[in-house]
């Protein structure tokens, strides 16, 4: 069973390693952590996406709820959110597969963001999945390098009021 944890903190210095420790400290899974201060800044945002068992998503959502530093907490599953990561790579092209390589961006919606003689770079936002698409079909290019953000989520919006 995967989760997305939404947990609002406080923006404090070391907030992130006592919420990443107590992961650590009871073999919680960690999949992807992204960590953004929100419209207040005092005031961060942690998505954490983890794996395991109902039972264990039922513990990590009690053991952050213990955290002084923890505002509050949201979890859903894919399904219920809205997901997207970025993704930065950069290539190492040449004249045979440069096509090849823009034909990749345009059917993923990637785009080339800065190029030298024998390398470019292409961007993507989109869902983790989507991103990992592109990334098996540049499996065969000469990749440099990649970076990614890990996974943002919001629930999604559910309009209560006709």
């Known amino acids: 069973m995967k989760r997305i944890f939404s947990v609002l903190v406080e923006n404090r210095s070391g907030v992130l390693s006592k919420v990443s ?18 419209n207040d800044p005092e005031v961060s945002c942690m998505t954490i996406v983890s794996s395991g068992s109902k039972q264990t998503m039922e513990q990590i ?4 709820n213990k955290k002084l530093d923890v505002i509050k907490i949201k979890s ?12 930065l790579i ?3 092209y040449n004249k045979s597969n440069r096509e090849e390589i823009l034909s990749i961006c345009t059917l993923a ?7 030298g003689k024998r390398t470019m770079m292409i961007q993507m936002c989109d869902t983790p999945e989507k991103v990992q698409m592109l990334l098996d079909l540049l499996a065969g290019i000469s990749i440099v ?7 943002l989520a919001l629930q ?5 009021e006709k």
């Open 61 to 64: 959502e009690k053991q952050l």
């Open 109 to 115: 919606n990637a785009e080339v963001v800065d190029a």
């Open 76 to 87: 859903f599953e894919n399904w219920q959110s809205v997901t997207r990561e970025l993704i």
């Open 156 to 160: 999604r919006c559910v309009d209560t």
């Open 145 to 151: 390098e990649v970076a990614r953000t890990g996974t």
């Open 21 to 38: 420790g107590l992961f650590a400290r009871r073999s919680f899974n960690i999949e992807s952590l992204a960590v953004g201060e929100t």
């Open 90 to 92: 950069k290539l190492r």
